[in-house]
Every structure is written in C-alpha cells, then in structure tokens.
C-alpha cells in the first residue's frame, strides 16, 4: 500500500495518521558537529539550524542537496468565473505551457539555484466546481489529485520544493485556510495576482459563502481538500505525505503551498514538521498561516508569485547552509585556537 | 591619478567627494522590461528592485553576474590585549591560513554563491596601536590600508562582496560607527565572537575612552578610520569608494564591513548608494546602523560570523534576482494574456 495508489479516504487518513518522525540521533550527532567548525558557536544563526535539521530528516549527519526536486502543480478553479482574478482563467494554461519552453519565472530560478524542474499539469481542461455552489471535487477526483501529487515526487530527491499555478487559487487557499484555522476572510483573503478594493470585496464575500455552504461537510483534512480546495492543492498535500513517509524534507513555497499543506494539520498535528516555509509572501494571509503553523519564513523579501518561486530562492539558503556544514574545517584540523 | 595610488589624505577627500552615480536611463529601461515579464507586476517584489538597482549600477538593462569577487580583508588590532573578544589575537593569522585552505566558511559559501575568493592579509605582524593610548594608525599607515584595498577590487568584477576578519574588529568597528553617528556605547557595542557579560562591559568602557580620547581629531572618514579604525576597516573603505568609481555594485556584510563603509558618509552622504547590505547580523549594534544609514538588509538568518559569510549568501539572492530579470520570457513572447 503506498500513498500514489491509495484507493479510499481511509487510506489516506491511515497514511497521514502514521508519520515517520526526524532521526533524534543524527541531528545531535550535526548539531556536535557544528560546534567544532572553525567559528563561534551559533554565529552560522539560521544556517546552523537547518543544517541540523536536514540531518535529522536526511538521517545522515551530512545530509546532501546534490538532487534537489522542485513540482509545480498546475489547476483550474470553476470559481474563477466569477471575476476573483486579475487573469483570466486561461493563463494557466498558457503558463505551464511557458514553463514548459522556459519562459517563466520558476525556470530561471531552479536553473539558478540547481534544482530539477517538473511541472504536473491536473486535468486543465475540467476545472473544478465552483465551491460557492458545489463542492470544488468529488471523492475520487480528490483522491486522485493527491495520488498525482504523490506519484510526482522522486524518492530519491535529497530536498522537495512545492509549488503551484492555478488562476484563482489564492480564493481556493483563503478557503481552505479559513476552514482549517477560523478566523475571519478579512484575515485570509489578499489581492492575490492583483485585484482592486472592489475585486477584494468580492473574494471576501465569495469566500465567506463558500465556507458557510461547506463547514458542516469539513471534519477532516479530506473533507477540506475536497470541498474548497483544487487539484493543485490536493496534489501539494499528496506529495507532502509521500515526502514524508520517505523522510524526504520540503520547501513549501508562499501562501497557497503552505495553505495546502498545512490543511494535513487537521487531522495530524505532526504533519508539517518536515517541512520548511520558505519566505513571507506578500500576501498578507501569509503571515498568520505561518504563525498558526508555527513556522518562521527564512526569507521575507515581498514576492507573491507562486510557482515555487520562494521556494527555489530559498533552495539557495539551504544549500549554503549545507555547504558551509559539509565543508568547513574543525579548529583541530585548521589549527585554529578555540575560544578562551 | 588612482585610488590604488593615492599619496595624500587630500586625494583621498577628492576622490570621495567626486562619486559618479547610477545610469538611470538603464535602471529605467530594467524597469519597464520588468514590467512585460510572465508574471504580476512587481509579484518578485525585492529580486525586481535589486535587478533593476544592478542596471543602473553596471549601465546595461540586462546585468551581469558572471564575474563575482569576494574580498576579505585581515588585520590586527593593539586593543585585542584588553582581552575584548573570546579568542586569542593569533587566530586572526590562523583563520588567514584557514582561507588560504579552503576550510572556511567563507570558503564553502563562496563555492556554493559562485564568487571567487582573494583573502588580503594586512600586516598582520604589526597590531594597529591600541587607540585606547594613542591613533590606531599614521597617516601613512591609514591611506596605506586605503591602497591595499582599492587594489585588491578586480576592475572586471560585476560584483563586489567584502568582508573581513580580525580579533577584536567588532570594537574597533563599534568605535568608528560611535565617532561617525553618535549616540552611546551601548547601541553600538555587542558581543562580538561571543564574549560575556563582563566582557561586554569591557568593551563598552574601551570604547567609550577611545572616541573621548579622539573625539577632537575626528573630522573627516579619514580621520575616524585612522583614530579608531583597522587596516582591515580601512582597506574596505579604499575598496568602497575604488569600486564607485568603477560603477560596480557592493554587497556589504554584516557590522563591521558595514561600518568600515559608512565612515565614507561622514564626507559624502551619497557614498553608499552602490551598495546593498546583505543582511541583518544578530551582533546588536548592526540594526541601528542599517538604520541609520538608510538600507533595508536583503536576509535576517542571526548570522554573526564575519568573513563576508553573509554577502556570500545574499549573492545568491542577487543571482536569482538578476537570472529571472535576464531570463524570463515577455507576455507577447510567452503568448500568455495580461492582466485585465
């Protein structure tokens, strides 16, 4: 039984209620580690940390990034007719056409960073339900976006980047993160791609109307998925319990990535620690979902794109981080004096 | 006349006082290509500032990062027999050697970044005085480390990381930032490599005698970096203002370098328009000094270890910047549709 076959909800409830933890023993044997390289303990800061971290999940005191896979899981949202974009809803699939030529945003950043990119278009042709009506997916289309997700990720990939395109989606995330967490769509809800006040309102009372319609049918991480998500949101959450059944750690992208992902929460409250948030979207849902989730974003640098575009920057930060844990010399073999 | 073979402090002040500035006519036209890529407008928020801020720098729409030179500087300081640092004077000359080994950390996050790496040793045999009991240098000692500096910048860079090492540099550093801007010791003086409470008050007394002492003969940049300064410090700002007038953009590092390039400021407040400051350092005194000189630091990772480490890292950054401004297709390039 693996995740990319499931063939019930109570498979995948089974899968993401049984999760592998961090190995305890590899990151401590990191964590001495850095404390003989020839530098003050800790000024490494945040790089120290993820080098430790990525051990523990790696289970390998030097853990590796030579293969490092980034996804960009590309849907189409039935709510989108209703005006909650500044991009008509065919730019999806004119994007994943760019990324497949090169074209885009995410092509020069995984180029640059060094990381392989796979970009898994989800029945574009079929949006999903407008959610403020119907539910977003039936049972089985739900569970086959988180097998696409699942089936998507490499086992032997040394570090995970998720991301997504889906014209509307930030609508999609702002539901789903609004069902998981409470609180209120002025909390959630942003100009995403890029809407006006009016188009904002408008999201808002979207949003609204589609959680009331749908938060007697959301009892679990499933039910979420299926009633306000889309198929890249669903295939984000597939690839993040099939990460981490192999032990496999991730880079969420911005808003949605994380909305996506952490919607596993519901039923696990463990879900999300093998992952890493890899910057402060400016969308401003992001900033709470990240403090709900307790995370802290290792890049703040005003993006909103999507596409894993935070994620392959910040690809760069672990790589560094690692570099710096796998390379550097101990004082004994510099002959550096330790401090006094 | 060149900066690498300036013979008198009023060639110095002359070359200071006439810094060329940004094209822009080529920042402009970076802009507006901005503007026409596969994605919202200003979706990649800071990566399209830095992209559009290194055409205005290098005067090209599409800027190069081919050419990287890291910089880091070494020097000894006369105050380090206060015992003002939790290590030993000689490990200034055994990180040295540690550089030339490649067992830095300098040296992994170099690799990693794609920046070649030159280490400039300055008299490391010969401590500057200890600017407790008199100036820290001559004049001829000061626009010695002026030259070394500016010689060491490659004319051919496309950009320019500096950085430095040297025991008890946070208090020099900390002495010039207090004689360049004001305010009290205890803004500017923190805890270094990681010395104790008692330490800390060490340092803050030292400091605090130090501008007394030469507060009356401070100035000019020149005069602070003579008084208080290091070769180190010194060489950072003859690399600075010798970069200037070749319009190559800076990435600072963190406290010290930060420092040791703002004393330029003190006789031209447009002195560091070419440079960015790769990120925040946990060593206090570094915020107030971003603030004060007005930037916005490009990563907050509590890093605190020198050696140019941080810019080393915020390359990256300016990589990824740089590769989606060149590298992305335009809307009627990709044929995907505007917003509406």
């Known amino acids: ?63 590796s990034t030579d293969n490092c896979q980034c996804i960009v899981f590309a849907g189409n949202h039935g709510v989108a007719a209703q005006g909650v974009s500044a991009f008509p809803p065919e730019v999806t699939t004119q994007m994943v056409e760019n990324f497949k030529k090169g074209g885009a945003a995410i092509n020069q950043l995984t180029d640059a960073a060094g990381a392989t990119l796979n970009v898994v278009a989800l029945a574009l042709d079929k949006p999903t339900n407008d959610f403020t009506v119907t539910a977003a997916m039936s049972e089985e289309e739900c569970l086959s976006a988180l097998r696409a997700g699942a089936k998507a990720v490499d086992k032997d990939t040394n570090i995970l980047l ?19 967490f409470g609180g209120t769509v002025q909390q959630w809800v942003g100009y995403g791609s890029g809407i006006d006040e009016k188009g904002l309102k408008l999201k808002q009372q979207i949003v609204a109307n589609a959680v009331d319609l749908h938060t007697q049918n959301q009892n679990s991480s499933f ?22 059944h192999l032990s496999i750690p991730i880079i969420l992208d911005g808003f949605i990535s994380t909305a996506a992902a952490a919607v596993l929460l519901k039923d696990n409250p463990a879900a999300l620690e093998h992952t890493l948030v890899s910057h402060l979207s400016a969308e401003p849902g992001h900033k709470k979902l990240i403090d709900v989730v307790n995370k802290k974003a290792i890049l703040n640098l005003g993006m909103r794109l999507g596409e894993a575009s935070g994620a392959a920057v910040a690809l760069m930060i672990i790589k560094a981080a690692v570099a710096a844990h796998n390379g550097m010399a101990t004082f004994d073999e510099a002959g550096v004096s330790a401090n006094e």
């Not at 998720?162 to 998981?180: F, K």
């Open 1 to 63: 039984m693996t995740i990319a076959n499931m063939n019930s909800i109570a498979e995948f409830e089974n899968h993401l209620k049984t999760l592998p933890g961090s190995n305890k023993g590899f990151s401590d044997q990191a964590a001495a580690h850095q404390d003989i390289l020839t530098k003050p303990q800790g000024s490494l800061g945040r790089l120290e940390e993820i080098a430790i971290w990525m051990a523990g999940w790696q289970r390998q005191v030097k853990p």
């Open 162 to 180: 998720l991301g997504e395109m889906g014209i509307a989606n930030t609508t999609s995330a702002a539901a789903v993160a609004l069902s998981t």
């Open 223 to 244: 039910d979420i998925l299926r009633t306000v998500g889309g198929r890249e949101l669903a295939a984000i959450a597939g690839a993040v319990l099939e990460a981490r």
